[in-house]
């Protein structure tokens, strides 16, 4: 007789782990199965390694200030391998911490890889090949996504992906980043605030291209400052690594431009792990872009739910935390919660951070809505002048007096989208919005000029 569950998880990444926690506390037998690291894409090699690493060089590139407030620090230096020693603690802890909350709530778990038979059993095969099957009422597919690598590039110990270069434990004198999106301007910012000479090369005529573009103008700036070379409208022809280096061919105006460095970096975008065979097999519909799902999550196969990266969209940990939300909730008949993939917040962890929900005003007027923009600046918010923050503003843009949208670029800028992610969702008004009393001195109070 085969184990009998009422929900099988196939990917233990924020959408599985999540997806599994809500299902067991509403008592269900849930079983998750996990190939590689628990915690999936962003304890591994996403959100988590790049933030820890990224509050180091964040931290020194702040030693600068310090002068300016009277303390004077005389020989600071980075220790790389103490850096990646606290990349790779972080990661353990979060790790654990995925694996303590699922045993905690009762799920079962399982090493390895799984794999769906039919809308009622998964085999599961661990490593040294042996497998069970299990027999399931639901299934949720959040087996995630891979970095896409440009067709003609190969890579090596000197090109890499993101994946690559969170397990190098050097640190470039030089880098070259092809793609410069979110993931490639973060790496920017970490590799040029600790020294590197860092290189970014864009095919669009702007970095941060889905970002509002006085955002993008402002990082751009702060890059360049750095010692960023941004290099946009530029067209990557061919990438090699000799040995000790790479060398980069592209075309820039026209013209053929080479460039030499330590590494390559790319970041051209990731794609969804489709195993299209299996899904053909099981009569699963997909795109390109992703699995197809409707309002609950569930693929067009009865009992078949996909979430996160591997049904494309913004490839967010807390857009695959929503969806895994409504998926078990509508296996465990609670439908209270609900995904607007319009009120997904998206943040762009450089320095400074760009954060955004709901409309940008150009998208806000694409859809022939005329809107109100409201901009407040950090250069009028006295926290922000006390604590050296720098350039920054927060975009509010209100349709009929309702927040529709805000966009912030600036120091903090992820913390501060969360409250304005609230009032977004919620379709609040100026009026709803003026009774928001904001404790005093904080960088909080820059709402304050947008509500009036
Ligand atoms: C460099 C980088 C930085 C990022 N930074 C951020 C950030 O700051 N904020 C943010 O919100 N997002 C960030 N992301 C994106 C975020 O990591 C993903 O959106 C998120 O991890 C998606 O979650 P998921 O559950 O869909 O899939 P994943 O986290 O990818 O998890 C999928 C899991 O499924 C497992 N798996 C695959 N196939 C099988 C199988 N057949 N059997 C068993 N297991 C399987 C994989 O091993 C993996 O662990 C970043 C991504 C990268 C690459």
Redesign the pocket.
Known sequence: MLEKYDLII????????TAAELAAAKRKRVLI?????W?????????I???ALLSCSKYFADLKKLKRMGINITDASVDFSAIKKHQQQIVKVSALGAQKVLTEAGVEIKQ????ILSPQEVRFTDASGKSENFLTQNIII????V?QVLPGINLSERVLT??GI?NSNTLPSSIIIIGGS??GV?FATFFAELGSKVTIVEILDRIIPLEDQECADLLSQELTRLGVAINTATKLESLKDTGNGVVMLAQKDGKQIEISADYALLCTG?KP?L?TEKLEKLGIEYIKAGIKIDKHMMTNVDGIYA????TGGM??????IQQ?RVAAGHICGDNNFCYNENFIPS?V?SHPQIARVGLMQKQAEAEGLSVEVVKSFYSANIIARAELMGQGFVKAVFHQDKLIGATIVGEDAAELIAPLTLAVSNELTKKQLRNWVIPHPTLSEIFISIIG
């Open positions: 196939i990917g233990g990444g924020p959408g599985g782990l199965i996990e190939k590689d690291g915690g999936g894409t962003c304890t591994h090699r996403g959100c390694p790049t933030k390895g890889t799984g794999e959040a087996w995630g996504s970095p993101s994946d969170l979110v993931i973060e990731r792990l195993n979430v996160g990266d591997v490839m967010l940990a807390h857009r695959a895994a943040v962890y």
